[in-house]
């Protein structure tokens, strides 16, 4: 432990012997660093904070969701550094005064790009804005205000992107699908009118609608129907047929005395069912009232031969003229439905590209109206969307710190870089005095002296000082440390002016 307190007393002494040097070496380092610290432009940073709150009920109403919305006002973030707001930003600014043309314009824009900062927080509906000035050729109060003139605008082209941006965007989209509208709608009106045009040469020869080929599917559908009703109402008439064929005509052995006359009892049956409540429409009634007709016309129900006509009869009768006209319908039907189809074939083998030709003409057709049909929908959308955030006021935005005037620079801390010249300096001013004493090829104590040359030291002469010596050791020591105290001193005045210059921006 003593030979270290030896060892670093040696070395604080081998310092000390050399001070004027490491206090040159000081002033020196000290007067450079200071002279770099003040040709350091002063930066001015300017802050402020907005809110922007995009939520609203009528926009879900509409379709437009909070992360739409949020999307766009990330939109609206990114871009509030484009070129074209930055160059309204130099030309509606003090800014302005110091260019004098696109050059610097642009050397401006590049610059306000590298000091403009826009940040989201936590809660995406603030936002931090922040510019900062550090032009050498401006004074320190012509930076502070250049940095809260950015701010400002950057806050009013924000608005102005958030609130008008959108009524412009809405009104550029609806002219062009008005555009796009009424070029589709006469295209649509030519592409119908060539399928009016076709449906009177050939498509008149089918009923129904659609192409050829899927009226020609329809009609054989209708055929192959009509023939299962054919068959059905065949054996249905041949049943009739075969009911009629076992009926008798008249009922023998009852006489017209004998009781009421047939005619009086079709008609009390007609009536009856009436009372029922039946229509006129039910085939019941629709067959008595035929077998009324009937016997009316056979002169009151009287016949010849001493019998009576037989209900049943007459009946069966009617019923098989009802299945006999359905038959004869259904077979006129499937004729006239057999021809058509059967034109529409020879035709196709006449002109094979018919089929093709209205396939292409409907397809055409199709897709110009479901593009029309789209259009008119987005263009609605739009519109009401546009409304929805321009007339409604759904975005609130609301500026919750103004612009700041910056009445210190944001950097450089040059209090804190005088301070830490001034140490660096005293440090350098040792270390060279340290280095010298290093390299003298002197011996500042005996034991150091026998290390070197390996061989025992008798004895050492202490140093005498006169009272003249004495005397001048401590005058020096006096300039000595009123050089240093200058040295601190100077850094002091030149914090202390600093601040000064700080008050006066």
Known sequence: MAALLDELLVLLHGIWSRRWTALAVAWGIAMAGWLGVAFIPNSYQSKARVYVNTQSLLEDKVGITPMQSQQDLDRVRSTLASAENLERVVRETDLSQTVSGPRDVAAKITKLRENITVLAQADPSMIDISAISADSSLSDGANA??????????????????????????????????????????????????????????????????????????????????????????????????????????????????????????????????????????????????????????????????????????????????????????????????????????????????????????????????????????????????????????????????????????????????????ILAIGAGVGVAFAMGQMRGTFPTAARLERAIGLPVVGSISQLRTAAQAAVERQRLKWFAGASGALVAACLLLIVVEFVQRGMA
Request: hydrophobic share 35%.
């Open 145 to 422: 205000r250049i940095s809260q003139q950015i701010v400002q605008k950057l806050i009013d082209i924000f608005q102005e992107a958030n609130l008008s941006g959108d009524r412009n965007e809405t009104k550029q989209s609806l002219a062009f699908l008005d555009q796009q509208i009424a070029q589709r709608g006469k295209q649509l009106e030519a592409a119908d009118q060539r399928r009016v045009e076709f449906a009177q040469r050939y498509v008149g020869l089918l009923p129904g609608a659609g192409s050829i080929s899927q009226r020609m599917d329809a009609a054989r559908m209708e055929i192959n129907n009509i023939d299962s009703q054919l068959v059905q109402a065949q054996s249905a008439l041949s049943a009739m047929n075969g009911q009629l064929a076992g009926t008798p005509q008249t009922l023998p052995g009852v006489s017209a005395s004998g009781g009421a006359s047939p005619l009086s009892q079709a008609q009390a049956n007609l009536a009856s069912m009436k009372a029922r409540g039946w229509t006129s429409s039910h085939p019941d009634v629709i067959a008595a009232q035929r077998e009324v007709d009937a016997l009316r016309n056979a002169g009151g129900g009287s016949a010849g031969g001493g019998g009576t006509p037989n209900p049943a009869y007459l009946s069966i009768k009617s019923m098989q003229a009802e299945r006999a006209a359905t038959v004869q319908a259904l077979q006129t039907r499937k004729a006239q439905l057999q021809a058509d189809l059967n034109t529409m074939m020879s035709k196709q083998v006449d002109e094979p590209g018919i089929a093709s030709e209205q396939e292409k003409l409907d397809r055409d057709y199709e897709v110009l109206k479901t593009q029309y049909d789209k259009l008119l929908a987005d263009r609605e959308e739009i519109r009401l969307r546009g409304e929805v955030k321009t007339e409604t006021g759904s975005v609130q935005f609301r500026v919750i710190q103004p612009p700041s005037a910056p009445t210190a620079p944001a950097a450089p801390n040059r209090p804190l870089l005088l301070l830490g010249v001034l």
